[in-house]
């Protein structure tokens, strides 16, 4: 993925203040920490010199994120992030059968040194999310998930809360999905291996909503990623 990404290509829309894009998954919003992989913010500021992550997603992630183009339009939208004026809209594509409607899940995250992120009811920090189902399969289902707060791993810790782990989120008790568990005469070729139908966490940044500079609203969409896209056209063939 990270190989053939064209920074350019993912712009969702610009204006002279915001550039929003929908960030691939495999590509970390800033560099590893061993300077091999080239995050977005690099990569942003080779088109724009003065761009800055005004938020981040995981690495695995793919959907919206927003660069800001100049000093006074971060400081913008990181205050909307902090007074939470932002809404952000994130797809999640779970195991098991879920029925959300309108569930809140008020459970605060502490990190730990490795990066793992557990829930504390003594150390954490506050952490709101709201889970609302938007469509279910034989044994999986479509989420719909509005961050509140902004912590690290919070979508993914409170559905494994819920008993619903993300697919492929094999740090949060995710496990990984195969076309011969949801397709009835599935035959594999011999001796080869089955490989999972995503490669990742199936989780989506899908959308995101705030205010511009002169107060007009901006609410931006992001297309699933070719393989949560895949993924999802093929739960609904097969259900």
């Known amino acids: ?58 690495k695995e992630t793919s959907g919206i994120l927003v660069l800001a183009k100049n000093p006074e339009s971060y400081r913008h939208l990181a205050m909307q992030l902090e007074h939470r004026e932002v809404n952000k809209v994130y797809h999640a594509l779970v195991t098991g059968v879920a029925d959300l409607k309108e569930v809140t899940i008020d459970a605060p995250l502490h990190t730990l040194n490795a990066g793992v992120v557990r829930i504390d009811r003594t150390e954490g920090k506050e952490a709101q999310t709201i889970f609302n189902t938007l469509e279910v399969f034989k044994k999986h289902s479509l989420i719909q998930c509005e961050p509140i707060t902004g912590r690290m791993h919070q979508i993914r810790v409170h559905l494994t809360y819920l008993k619903f782990p993300i697919v492929a989120d094999h740090q949060y008790g995710g496990t990984d999905i195969y076309l011969s ?59």
Not at 42 to 49: D, G, I, S, V
Not at 228 to 236: F, P, S, T, Y
Request: with cysteine; proline share 5%.
């Open 181 to 239: 568990e949801i397709k009835k005469k599935f035959n594999l070729k011999q001796d080869t291996d089955e490989k999972p139908l995503i490669s990742r966490v199936a989780l989506h940044a899908f959308s995101m909503g705030f205010f511009a500079l002169d107060g007009t609203p901006l609410y931006t969409e992001a297309p699933y990623s070719k393989d949560m896209d895949a993924l999802i056209k093929q739960l609904r063939k097969n259900s």
């Open 1 to 58: 993925m990270a190989k053939s990404y064209n920074f350019k290509e993912s712009i969702l829309r610009e204006d002279q203040d915001y550039i929003i894009i929908n960030k691939p998954y495999g590509i970390p919003t800033l560099d590893d920490r061993d300077q091999t992989v080239k995050g977005i913010l690099r990569l942003a500021k080779e088109y724009w010199p003065d761009a800055q992550a005004c938020h981040r997603l995981d």
